[in-house]
């Protein structure tokens, strides 16, 4: 399994510090996230897309969805197909593909021109997609959130996405027999723990406390680094007692 964290614009690159958009390509045809897949520089790379898994309905999971749509549209051609859930699907409905924000995709699809295909997703029931499992799992987050375990032949990856501390995400990713790594969170450093509360994400204290939660060793790869914060969080990350942590880095791929 290949995941790749899609960097957040063309400009910034590989390696560039913080996370502006989320965005996981994994082996080049299924993302999860479309905060940056719309705006990656290489069309041939956009095309390969076949199914995107929403996480949630904040902008920085979404931005770049209607873009991509537009782009890699075939009249009377194949589709792109979104899975999400019921209440991220109505929030594109209603707030995104409306005709005032972007045009109304979803309803050109079902009247014959294939924008875009939707599949509602339910916590606990594993989906396939080229190749891939992926079962998505209820995280604490301010909208309703889905985290997955991404799994291929003798590999899972857990992507909880945005998410305060939670529990059983991680009561089913260790129970994962060949789980071999989590891209986990730490959106603001430890002096910020009031609003990372409020808002429902992670600081490195926060997230050791989660990374322990798992019972067991497996590299965590912390991602969604607030950009203005990047330097004070990555410190602190580094400082924790917490085995196999590495830093995300856009633009970086990541081989199972």
């Given amino acids: 399994m290949k995941i790749t964290l899609v960097p957040s614009a ?3 690159g590989a390696g560039a510090p913080g996370f502006f958009l989320s965005s996981y390509l994994i082996d080049e045809i299924v993302a999860i996230d479309a905060g940056g897949i719309g705006f990656i520089d290489d069309l041939s790379t956009q095309l390969r897309i076949e199914h995107i898994f929403i996480t949630h309905s904040h902008i920085d999971h979404i931005a770049s969805l209607p873009i991509l749509l537009d782009t ?13 859930g019921r209440a991220t699907l109505e ?5 995104v593909f409306n005709d005032r924000v972007w045009p109304d995709f979803i309803s050109m699809s079902e009247k014959g021109m294939p924008f875009v295909k939707l599949e509602s997703l339910e916590p606990g029931r594993p989906v396939r ?5 992926l079962i998505p799992l209820a995280v604490d987050h301010v909208v309703p959130t889905l985290g997955f375990l991404v799994e291929a032949p003798g590999v899972t990856v857990a992507i909880p ?21 989590v891209f986990l969170e730490a959106s603001f450093p430890n002096a910020m723990s009031e609003l990372a509360l409020a808002s429902k994400h992670l600081t490195p204290a926060m997230f050791a406390a989660e990374a322990r939660k798992l019972g067991r060793s ?4 912390a991602v969604h680094i607030k950009a203005r914060w990047y330097e004070q969080v990555v410190a602190e990350l580094n400082a924790l007692d917490t085995p196999d942590v590495r830093i995300g880095r856009q633009g970086e791929t990541y081989e199972f």
């Fill in 91 to 95: 929030s594109l409905r209603r707030d």
């Fill in 129 to 133: 997609a080229a190749g891939l499992r």
């Fill in 161 to 181: 996405s945005d998410t305060g501390p939670t529990d059983s995400f991680w009561r089913a990713a260790g129970e994962a027999p060949d789980l071999k790594a």
């Fill in 72 to 84: 890699v549209f075939e009249a009377g051609g194949r589709c792109v197909t979104v899975h999400a």
């Fill in 218 to 221: 497996v590299p965590f790869v």
């Fill in 10 to 12: 063309v400009a910034m």
